[in-house]
T-cell receptor, first 111, second 114 residues
Framework: QKEVEQDPGPLSVPEGAIVSLNCTYS??????FMWYRQYSRKGPELLMY??SSGNKEDGRFTAQVDKSSKYISLFIRDSQPSDSATYLC???????????WGAGTKLIIKP | NAGVTQTPKFQVLKTGQSMTLQCAQD?????MSWYRQDPGMGLRLIHY???????DQGEVPNGYNVSRSTTEDFPLRLLSAAPSQTSVYFC?????????????FGAGTRLSVL
């Protein structure tokens, strides 16, 4: 079993919809949680990061952590075709450990 | 500001050939790393460096060498290419924000080994 699991998709939704992207993990020691966006044939770019539990909002994006369920989510409101990309989650127990990456979920926003 | 620059963008090798993937950053970051990305798998760390002259192994180091003579450059060398090394390779440089490494990635090198 992988330490971090993501549904590979593709997840296809109409423009303007609310998108929910999720990762589950097995290591209860994870404290740092990150979301990266990767456009086709590009490198990943950091979207958001959170420490421990709770929500964090940045514009149309909200990151949520549920440590009791070992589950993190990224919500995208008012989705746009430009949001079409692969979304990767990454996490680690603390700053001295390397990030553990999910395989990514491919998101397609249809105009 | 170029960020992280990787060259070449594409490369085809024959089994047994060697080559060097170049990575340069202009953000004065101390921490740099190399990952490979394969379908259905997360990014896997090959090697990393915490500063000039200091390197260490990641999760999948076999078949790869690195060196770090300057803060800016972190080349990855394939010693004797194998088909299992067909992958997309990403270099990243990072800074620490309250203990968490915030990574910036290059655009990648797509490598095929025949």
């Amino acid at each position: 079993q992988k330490e971090v699991e993501q549904d590979p998709g593709p997840l296809s939704v109409p423009e303007g919809a609310i998108v929910s992207l999720n990762c589950t993990y097995s290591n209860s020691a994870f404290q740092y949680f990150m979301w990266y966006r990767q456009y086709s044939r590009k490198g990943p770019e950091l979207l958001m990061y959170t420490y421990s539990s709770g929500n964090k909002e940045d514009g149309r994006f909200t990151a949520q952590v549920d440590k009791s369920s070992k589950y993190i989510s990224l919500f995208i409101r008012d989705s746009q075709p430009s949001d079409s990309a692969t979304y990767l989650c990454a996490m680690s127990p603390d700053s001295n450990y390397q990030l553990i990456w999910g395989a990514g979920t491919k998101l397609i926003i249809k105009p | 500001n170029a960020g992280v620059t990787q060259t070449p963008k594409f490369q085809v090798l024959k089994t047994g050939q060697s080559m060097t993937l170049q990575c340069a950053q202009d953000m004065n970051h101390e921490y740099m790393s190399w990952y490979r990305q394969d379908p259905g798998m997360g990014l896997r760390l090959i090697h990393y460096s915490v500063g000039a002259g200091i390197t260490d192994q990641g999760e999948v180091p076999n078949g790869y060498n690195v060196s770090r003579s300057t803060t800016e450059d972190f080349p990855l060398r394939l010693l004797s290419a194998a088909p299992s090394q067909t992958s997309v390779y990403f270099c990243a440089s990072s800074y620490s924000d309250r203990g968490l490494d915030i990574q910036y990635f290059g655009a990648g090198t797509r490598l095929s080994v025949l």
